[in-house]
């Protein structure tokens, strides 16, 4: 049975000193917050996103803040050349790639009857799609360093569900199968697959909620801890998947989201 040094301490296995983490969706919201959370403990980090300007104030501000290399290219998640070239360019730059955080997602709502395919597709390609194909093209380059961590970022609809996001929902019920899955296929890889499932949090995502009273107070009844998730709140978990200090955890979801779907 592997066991922990009397010499490392606990601290110590949440350090990422000298890994890089390649972030999708990195230069906002959630994905932001989990960059920074991994760039404070040691890593460095590459941003992919679509939008380069956000991109490389992104960057800017974790070299400033935590002094480590943070790069970033633009990247479209559902277009197999972008997200190849994306890794390419990593392993360019750091030369391998430890963690892979999928965070890139968008959300589109409404009545089944008012959504069109379009609306559906482009839900998957980006949510779904785009994951897949990060964790294709960075699972070859793990298995030669025989390490790595994937996080994959799912939501509470992956276990639970609201009307008016059948899209939404569709995709992210299925990331956590795609983690699941991929989880058993490298597990004997030295690498970890997860998720992370967060409930309501303040994004550019959840404007539409965050701008209507009514539905922002009906979501606050919903959860019991009684309020929002502050993007923060994100880091703790992140890090911790990230890390060393999770190599015993495989296939597994995590929910962030206050006690909903606890009830």
């Avoid at 002094?67 to 360019?89: F, H, K, P, W, Y």
């Amino acid at each position: 049975m592997e066991q922990r040094s009397a010499q490392q301490s606990i601290l110590n296995l949440f350090r990422l000193h000298g890994q890089t983490a390649l972030v999708t969706g990195g230069n906002r919201g959630l994905g932001l917050a989990m960059a920074q959370a991994l760039a404070e403990a040691g890593a460095n980090i590459m941003i992919a996103a679509r939008d380069e300007a956000t991109n490389q104030q992104a960057a800017e501000k974790l070299r400033s803040l935590y002094g480590i290399e943070c790069l970033s290219t633009s990247c479209d998640v559902t277009n197999e050349e972008s997200v190849r070239a994306a890794v390419a360019q990593t392993i360019d730059q750091f030369g391998k790639i430890d963690v892979l955080v999928n965070s890139a997602g968008i959300n589109i709502r409404g009545a089944i009857e008012t959504l069109s395919l379009d609306d559906f597709k482009k839900v998957q390609e980006v949510n779904v799609t785009g994951t897949w194909l990060f964790c294709r093209e960075v699972t070859p380059i793990m298995k030669q360093h025989g390490y790595g961590r994937i996080i994959n970022m799912g939501s509470m609809l992956a276990l639970t569900a609201l009307a008016e996001r059948t899209p939404y929902a569709t995709s992210k019920g299925a990331i956590l199968q795609l983690t699941r899955a991929l989880a058993m296929e490298v597990a004997k890889e030295g690498i970890t697959v997860n998720a992370i499932l967060p409930g309501p949090f303040a994004t550019e995502i959840n404007l539409p909620l965050l701008n209507d009273p009514e539905k922002y107070q009906a979501f606050i009844a919903k959860i019991p801890l009684g309020r929002w998730g502050e993007l923060h709140e994100i880091g703790g978990i992140a890090l911790f998947l990230a890390s060393p200090a999770s190599s015993y955890v495989t296939g597994a979801c995590f929910s962030v989201d206050g006690g909903w779907v606890a009830q």
